[in-house]
Nanobody, 121 residues
Framework: QVQLEESGGGLVQAGGSLRLSCADS????????MGWFRQAPGKEREFVAA????????NYGGFVKGRFTISRDNAKNTVYLQINSLKPEDTAVYYC??????????????WGLGTQVTVSS
């Protein structure tokens, strides 16, 4: 059973950084591709990043442009999203996803409840 819980969101000033975490309480974390999506108010969910089970392959959404880094620690059953140089347009609920595949169109097997990131100008 996969249970994902995001943390690390909050209110931050533009230009700041955050590291989001997503922990899986199950025992199969290391099998899965993990991903991050975000959804801003009034907008569709947007693919941010994905990382394969080994951490050797990463994929990013087209808007990322180097400010976001996804990583994982299989020993801690946790995937991370480092966000630097935050902008007000990064304000969104950030969701963690897991599955044998996590596709940029939003297909994934498991989802967390999300963590709010708010960036003030």
């Amino acid at each position: 059973q996969v249970q994902l819980e995001e943390s690390g969101g909050g209110l931050v000033q533009a230009g700041g950084s955050l590291r989001l975490s997503c922990a899986d309480s199950g025992r199969t974390f290391s099998r899965y591709t993990m991903g991050w999506f975000r959804q801003a108010p009034g907008k569709e969910r947007e693919f941010v990043a994905a990382i394969d089970w080994s951490g050797s392959r990463r994929n990013y959404g087209g808007f990322v442009k180097g400010r976001f880094t996804i990583s994982r620690d299989n020993a801690k059953n946790t995937v991370y999203l480092q966000i630097n140089s935050l902008k007000p347009e990064d304000t969104a609920v950030y969701y963690c996803a897991a599955g044998m595949r996590v596709l940029s169109d939003g297909r994934a097997d498991y989802w967390g409840l999300g963590t709010q990131v708010t960036v003030s100008s």
